[in-house]
């Protein structure tokens, strides 16, 4: 005859923190080729669904991607191209960044493109769906990051 012992009653769960969230990040690696552009948006469209970020946000992020994405992958030079979201304050910013392995400063455009021009209306279109956005040397990769904010509707 086996004789069992009372065992001890499991631990409480900690409590949750109330009023925080946790900061949301995801990063990918791109290979510095036009057909990576395609990969960028879809990643970052499917990244933001699992978020349940809204959908004009997401639509507005897919469309920032595609325009850094194309920007570096055409002037960067490298064989790479580094991609990160990031989600915090509460859910309520988004930040796009795209680090490239070129070793010449990304500039803000001088000018608008005109109706003939071929090139030159990505950067305005980031200017005008981004909250904020600019660029620097990175701190992640031999080169420069561009990135952009967007505000998260709710």
């Not at 395609?38 to 991607?65: I, K, N, P």
């Not at 309520?92 to 990304?106: A, K, M, Q, Y």
């Not at 950067?123 to 992640?140: D, E, K, P």
């Amino acid at each position: 005859m086996t004789l069992s012992t009372p065992s001890a009653p499991a631990p409480a769960p900690a409590p949750a923190l109330t009023g925080t969230a946790p900061r949301r990040e995801h990063w990918f690696d791109l290979p510095a080729l036009t057909t990576s552009v395609r990969r960028a948006r879809d990643t970052v469209h499917d990244r933001l669904r699992t978020w349940q970020v809204d959908g004009e946000t997401c639509s507005d992020a897919v469309l920032l991607v595609s325009e850094l994405a194309t920007n570096a992958v055409l002037h960067a030079g490298g064989g790479h191209v580094l991609s990160g979201l990031m989600l915090t304050g509460g859910g309520r910013r988004l930040r796009i960044e795209l680090h490239d392995e070129g070793s010449t400063p990304v500039r803000r455009p001088d000018h608008l493109a005109g109706p003939g021009d071929e090139r030159g209306r990505g950067l305005f279109l980031v200017r005008q769906l981004a909250a904020t956005w600019g660029s620097a040397r990175s701190t992640r990769v031999e080169g420069n990051v561009v990135w952009a904010e967007l505000a998260v509707h709710p």
